[in-house]
């Protein structure tokens, strides 16, 4: 398969159906994965310099041209999102109010509710259905007041709903002093992005695990100036840029007080070897790929999608359905794989399948 013959185009390899929860690595990867190394064996300590001055400037400003963010320095990357939600939440006040939806990833979803459970925050969660009405009801949730915190998807984990009017409900936050922050984790490389208009109030988690197929250990944070300027959450690498000295400690004044400490910086060239391959490829030529695809899958087969309306849609499909695990086994024996979420199947294709893909899924989905 052309780009991923060493993963999903090697003899034997399942029909991967899952772009949503995990993407192949494409063959650019495995010549970046070595130069992390040789530059490591080659620089020693002066690794992190190289690292700090060409590997991350080049990895923000991919970033940058994708979200249309004005600045690529208020990006900071780390291993996880979880470590940025934590250093998030290390800037609220004592037993913070949250806003959020009730669809949120296990990820937040469990923080929260632990948190919640010692009387720790107080959280607010919206439901996210119906969906016609979800833009106006958070808006109208988050424009009450109070919160500390207002926390939503942009591409919802265990439906696929998009929030298209990110900008109306970054603006019914009106306290400046709410922290207002978007997980973008499945919509990132998934569909076409513009942030310009919320880039100065609201924060923006993504990563590489799914369509930036850069693998694990390569998320990042977009950081709003003039929120969380000292987190407590903090790590050495935040005080690398910092401009204050003496008795208190030191934050750089871009995204880099979001920091935390050494990581394993692999990613990243990964990462940039994905950026620079898929040049030539917008996010939406990718996403018109994978819409024709859906479309071949979904008129073979008899199950609709909760959200049926492509535009309401991220880049995959997800079933309600009774017999989701059911099916995600019998597929499993069959060297297909797809996954799901208690009675959440789910479906997702990339760049690299074809209508033969969709037809084979399809004939065996039933």
């Not at 208009?197 to 930036?212: E, S």
């Not at 359905?321 to 294709?349: K, P």
Request: hydrophobic share 45%; net charge neutral.
């Amino acid at each position: 398969m052309n780009g991923f013959a060493s993963s999903i185009g090697r003899n034997g390899a399942p029909l991967h159906a899952a772009a949503h929860s995990h993407h192949p690595w494409p063959d650019v990867t495995l010549a970046a994965q070595e130069q992390a190394w040789r530059d490591a064996a080659r620089l020693l300590d002066r690794k992190w310099e190289h690292v700090f001055g060409a590997v991350i400037p080049a990895a923000q400003a991919h970033i940058a041209r994708q979200l249309r963010l004005p600045d690529p320095s208020s990006i900071a990357f780390g291993p996880n999102t979880h470590g940025f939600v934590m250093r998030i939440l290390s800037c609220l006040p004592p037993r913070p109010r949250i806003l959020t939806t009730g669809s949120e990833f296990i990820s937040f979803a469990r923080q929260v509710a632990r948190l919640e459970e010692d009387g720790l925050a107080e959280v607010m969660r919206v439901s996210t259905e119906p969906f016609e009405t979800f833009e106006a009801r958070f808006a109208r949730a988050a424009a009450d007041g109070g919160y500390d915190l207002v926390f939503l998807s942009h591409v919802l984990y265990d439906s696929g709903f998009v929030v298209r009017d990110l900008a109306k409900v970054v603006s019914a936050t009106t306290s400046r002093k709410t922290f207002v922050v978007i997980d973008g984790y499945h919509a990132f490389m998934a569909l076409p992005a513009d942030l310009s208009a919320v880039a100065d109030r609201a924060f923006y988690l993504a990563g590489g695990y799914k369509y930036a197929m850069a693998g694990e250990g390569v998320c990042f944070v977009h950081c709003p100036p003039g929120y969380g300027a000292r987190p407590r959450d903090t790590g050495w690498y935040a005080g690398f840029g910092a401009l204050e000295h003496g008795g208190g400690t030191g934050y750089a004044q871009d995204g880099s007080r979001f920091l935390g400490a050494t990581f394993d910086v692999a990613g990243l060239y990964r990462f940039n070897a994905v950026q620079d391959w898929l040049k030539d490829r917008t996010v939406g030529e990718m996403l018109d790929h994978v819409r024709s695809i859906e479309r071949i899958f979904l008129s073979n087969i008899t199950l609709s999608p909760m959200i049926a309306d492509e535009a309401m849609r991220g880049r995959f499909l997800a079933f309600r359905t009774d017999q989701a695990n059911a099916i995600t086994r019998r597929l499993a024996e069959r060297n297909i794989v797809v996954d799901c979420r208690a009675d959440r199947l789910r479906v997702g294709f990339g760049i690299y399948h074809t209508a033969d893909d969709a037809l084979r899924l399809a004939a065996n989905f039933a």
